[in-house]
């Protein structure tokens, strides 16, 4: 009898050991099977677009409703989608309704550079976002850099950074694309010279220069000029003018044509007759 026992255990044992194998194959599949059909796509949003459509992005993106999402592949979708140079993949969310999130950041146009006779669009990075031959850009709002020294030797090339000499131009060209942004005046500058680096200074649509000198406080020294272009527009004049915010502190608006000044009449000195002598 114990050793009928005996042999249907080692009978079991035998049965468990090939069983469980078995069932963590069998899970493995299911749990694959899961992932790939059960975690799936059913709606695709974009946040962070301004002006390329939605449609387009998606398009972009490669990924369509019923796409498995644990097989999406970031560096792929990352691929795909920087393929157009004003848009930054940022990253993705998947909520349980199954809507799958695109995050981007849309590169914008904030300026023009000319080099050797092509004009090229900059963002406020100073990658060059796209080159539009011998006509500038329409449609950019920013203005157009001069005085950047462009290492002429480097390839110009979509989607990489503009090959300054110097970087510290970059910067402060960089620095001073964002106050103007922030300033909400890119569109009413049509200038931005960073030739000296302690006297960079804007041209305005209206035809007047608004001297910055260096980088530092830029939104006050762009918020005082933008206040004494909106008073001096009413009264006329600006075109050729000059408004001074170097100091970061005040604004010097200096006319095209100082005001002659109008002497100030006087009495004719009379000369006094001599003594009448005495006899």
């Known amino acids: 009898m114990k050793k009928k026992q005996r042999a249907m255990k080692k009978r079991k044992r035998r049965q468990g050991r090939i069983w469980f194998p078995a069932l963590v194959v069998f899970l493995g599949l299911a749990g694959a099977a899961l992932l790939r059909y059960g975690i799936v796509v059913r709606s695709i949003q974009v946040v962070g677009n301004r002006n390329i459509p939605k449609e387009e992005i998606i398009e972009l993106s490669g990924v369509h409703p019923g796409d498995s999402y644990p097989l999406l592949s970031t560096a792929q979708l990352r691929r795909r989608l920087e393929t157009n140079r004003y848009i930054e993949y940022l990253g993705r969310e998947y909520n349980y309704k199954g809507t799958l999130t695109l995050k981007i950041h849309e590169r914008t146009g904030m300026g023009t550079v000319n080099v050797l006779g092509l004009y090229y669009v900059l963002d406020d990075t100073g990658m060059i976002l796209e080159c ?42 960089k620095s001073v694309l964002k106050a103007l942004y922030e300033a909400n005046m ?5 200038e931005l010279n960073v030739q000296q680096s302690d006297n ?25 000029a933008r206040e004494v272009l909106s ?18 502190s005040d604004a010097h608006f200096i006319p095209d044509v100082l005001p002659t000044m109008t002497p100030t009449p006087t009495a004719t000195p009379t000369v006094a007759p001599e003594e009448t002598p005495k006899k």
């Open 132 to 173: 539009t031959g011998l006509e500038r850009a329409e449609g950019i709002s920013g203005p157009a850099i001069n005085g950047l020294r462009i290492n002429e030797g480097f390839r110009m090339a979509i989607g990489e950074t503009l090959p300054v000499r110097d970087s510290y131009q970059l910067e402060q060209m």
């Open 186 to 190: 890119l569109a009413r500058v049509t």
């Open 200 to 224: 960079i200074y804007l041209m305005t649509r209206e035809g007047a220069r608004i001297i910055l000198g260096d980088d530092s406080n830029l939104m006050i020294k762009l918020l005082i």
């Open 231 to 248: 008073i001096r527009k009413e009264q006329g004049g600006l075109y050729g003018s000059r408004i001074d915010v170097s100091s970061g």
